[in-house]
């Protein structure tokens, strides 16, 4: 069975408002949550952008279904640091918590004032860092020199069962990449073949048999032309695609390249409509994939409507 889960985007809403939002989730039947880790916005728009990890805690103790983290590590985060993070939530919530490791992007990652590198880069760095994960989940004292470096690190409050690491990917390419040593797949929606064929490359370079979650981003109002100017309103500048998502540095930067976003660029990355019947439909096309959860991101301001809504017609689809 595929879970519906509830996104919880921290670029959009205050933290105590968020907070709220994700109690009123599971109140309205969503079965899980995920959770963004921004440093800055995407744009001025949204113009917030709290501390994910800070909120999670929070979060945590107010519901009881389980959370995803999405963070790039050997940034802004050094690895050994993001570990002990981790390894809190889930000795405080045994089983609730897995964490999606990605190469991030450079409005998050580059205030450290580190050289921004280019993607096999931050790829290898990534790949290096999971095995620093992996090590200090088991116990390990680790000392590493690379691209990152730890000196005799060792994580003394650790949960159980160390917390499961998912790769993060939206190309075929990177998917492989995580299908090599991820525990499983956070990758988002949009056109069917397109979410197929990433999900295919990480099944066939070892995956299969691993979870996949999906982060679907709609924009639902009970008009269409509210549903289409909420999502040109918040989703306009993460929708510019390319290296430009990857590479920006600023919230202003994305908001001038994002209004050259057009309406069709934009429902190629977010399912737009008034209708519930035709968000059901995407969502059980992606759930034909076999995703072990399907996290729901309204990108508009109208998060309590769309909860209702959502509690009607889509939280049950398996």
Partial sequence: MTLIGYHASHE???PSELLSLVMEAERAGFACAKSSDHFHPWSEHQGQSGFAWSWL??????TRFGFGMISAPGYRYHPAVLAQAAATIGEM??????????????INEAITGEYWP????RNARLRECVDIF??????DTVTHRGRVTVIEAKLYSRPLKPIPLLGAAVTPATAAFCGQWADGLLTTG?????????????????GEGK???IQHALSWAPQEETAIAEALDQWSAPSVGGDAAWDLRQPRDFDIVGKMVTEERLRQCVAISSDPACHRDEIEALAGLGPAAIHLHCVGRNQRA???MAAKHLVSIT
Avoid: C, Y
Wanted: no cysteine; proline share 4%.
């Fill in 211 to 213: 979870p996949v979650h």
């Fill in 190 to 206: 949009g056109d069917i073949e397109t979410v197929s064929r990433v999900v295919d490359a990480f099944r066939e370079n070892g």
């Fill in 93 to 106: 919530f045994p089983g609730r918590l897995w964490l999606s490791l990605g190469t991030g992007e450079a």
């Fill in 306 to 308: 769309f909860i209702d």
């Fill in 134 to 139: 992996r090590s200090l989940f088991r116990g």
């Fill in 12 to 14: 959009q809403f205050a």
């Fill in 118 to 121: 280019e993607k096999a880069e």
């Fill in 57 to 62: 805690g929070a979060a945590m103790q107010a």
